[in-house]
């Protein structure tokens, strides 16, 4: 292991500076040298880490070798699909036509980009089986606020203004239950039953009671444990019978792409995560693009503005007749939308579904290798990811995040753990369609390996990992009281 990342947190550039040491040497000007700012605006001192080039380039080599990313390694962060993106994508949306556009220039001279986002709302309204679509939302947690507020909105319109619930399952993502929230609804939990279903007399009863007063359903699918939801038409059917609308958090579609239409099962509004099934790598919490879907009955309503063709060809920027308004500065995450279209066109139908059929595919091939060491918080087939429990191995004195953390000395980023809610120290893995058999082979080796140890050694679990530059972090003081600036021993 190199000296830097041994030295992590106590070498900085201040460190390492000299006095007088330059990073390059430049030719003495020969044009005119323009006059310096007024006086007050300089300072005459300002203590800047005086480096070579070498040393410069060495310290943030090093330190970008610490971050673990997919470039990296197996990182089977459930819900999150942090899978492999095809770096094409990234040259396409730096090409200087997209990635120099400016967002005020007119319409008229941006044809190229709108015809993108145009193209874009096409697919995507072709992929959910929806009507029309707004690429608006920055985010999946921003696609569900505009979902919501378009379906307050709708039952405004028609006189339903007093529906005040919005009811959501309990193992949902936990933007669902904050989304309806912050809309200003009172948020309903409705139970899941023993499969990790929807429970279906539990949906009946805050139903039936004053039905109409329910404003959506938002409902996961594939659900946050992983499962395809079986009675998902009778759910619509209930749902619409009360005059409520279906609300779908489609943030993981990497699971039914090409195979299932949300809007053949009753979903009315449906959001997708570009930055997860569509091409944009998202570590550390960005950029994203969470494009909504609606049926005609809401199109009306989506956010503005809304790219339209009109019948002579040309692209413009429209509000819809009873938009909801806007959410955000502009036409959304441009670049978000480049890739996804990118991606979108050059996988073509067939390569959309191979994306599902592998999604799947792994995910129960790792539940499979799984299941003798681990015990499985439903024991069915899953969708694109699985959720496991570690409670066989609480019961022995190791807890989950213990595994998690031994995962890092085996390389593998940990999974998602603790959530969903519902499953005692859940373990939420999702391998992607994007890693090979021998990958996904050398993850499953690597959690056998580790119930092994737990048997055997558990103190190697509990003290783990040994491997990382930093070991154990006191995560709650990192986020409350983060340090997160350098100060001179003098405190200036
Ligand atoms: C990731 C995710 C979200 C939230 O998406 P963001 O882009 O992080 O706001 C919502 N629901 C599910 C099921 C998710 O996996």
């Given amino acids: 292991m190199n000296g830097a990342t041994e030295d992590l947190g106590a070498t900085l550039t201040f460190d390492l500076s000299r006095p007088g040491r330059i ?17 007050p ?25 610490l971050n673990f990313s997919i470039d990296t390694g197996f990182y089977p962060l459930g819900s999150c699909s942090m899978k492999y993106n095809p770096k094409v994508q990234e040259d396409i949306a730096r090409l200087p036509g997209f990635a120099q556009l400016h967002p005020l220039q007119p319409a008229e001279t941006a044809q190229g980009a709108l015809a ?11 992929i959910t089986g929806m ?18 507020l378009i379906a307050r909105a709708y039952h405004e319109s028609n006189g339903g203004g007093d529906r005040q619930r919005v ?11 904050a989304t309806a929230a912050m809309a200003g609804f009172d948020v309903e939990s409705i139970p899941s039953d023993a499969d990790g279903n929807l429970d279906i007399e539990a949906l009946e009863s805050a139903l039936d009671g004053n039905g109409d007063s329910v404003a959506a359903l938002m409902l996961t699918l594939p659900s946050t444990l992983g499962l395809f939801e079986p009675q998902i038409l009778r759910i619509a059917e209930l749902v619409h019978s009360h005059g409520a609308l279906l609300y779908g958090d489609g943030a993981n579609m990497n699971a039914m792409l090409g195979r299932v239409k949300p809007g053949d099962l009753g979903f009315d509004v449906f959001h997708l995560n570009l930055h997860k099934t569509f091409s944009t790598p998202h570590g550390g919490g960005g950029p994203g693009a969470g494009p909504i879907a609606v049926t005609s009955t809401l199109a009306p309503f989506l956010p503005t503005p809304h790219v339209r063709r009109n019948p002579d060809g040309e692209f413009v920027l429209a509000a819809p007749e009873r938009s909801i308004g806007r959410l955000g500065l502009f036409h959304g995450n441009f670049g978000v939308l480049v890739r996804a279209y990118a991606y979108i066109l050059s996988l073509g139908a067939q390569g959309l579904r191979d994306i599902s059929e592998a999604a799947v595919l792994n ?39 213990d595994i998690a953390k031994r995962l890092i000395d085996y390389g593998v980023h940990p999974p998602t753990i603790y959530f969903p809610l519902i499953v005692d120290e859940a373990m939420m893995i999702e391998p992607t369609e994007s890693e090979s058999k021998e990958s996904v082979d050398a993850f499953c080796e690597a959690m056998l390996a580790i119930a092994r140890e737990v048997e055997e050694e558990p103190d190697t679990v509990r003290d783990a990992p040994t491997r990382a530059p930093l070991r154990r972090l006191d995560e709650a003081t990192a986020a409350r009281k983060p340090v997160l600036r350098w100060q001179r021993e003098d405190g200036v």
């Avoid at 009811?167 to 239950?177: I, K």
């Fill in 23 to 39: 990073g390059c040497a430049v030719a003495a000007p020969d044009v005119p040298l323009s006059p310096l700012p007024p006086a």
């Fill in 41 to 65: 605006l300089l300072r005459d001192e300002l203590p800047l880490p005086e480096l070579s080039q070498l040393d410069v380039v060495r310290y943030f080599t090093r330190l970008s070798q």
């Fill in 116 to 126: 993108l986002m145009h193209g874009l709302q096409t697919e995507l309204a072709e």
């Fill in 131 to 148: 009507d029309d679509v707004s690429l608006v939302p920055d985010a999946g947690a921003h696609g569900e606020l505009a979902g919501i």
């Fill in 167 to 177: 009811l959501v399952p309990d193992s949902a993502h936990g933007t669902n239950p």
């Fill in 363 to 401: 995910a129960n091939y790792v539940q499979a290798r799984l299941r003798d060491a681990y015990r499985l918080a439903y024991d069915r087939r899953c969708m694109h990811e699985v959720v496991i429990s570690g409670s066989r191995q609480k019961a022995k004195g190791v807890k989950t995040l």
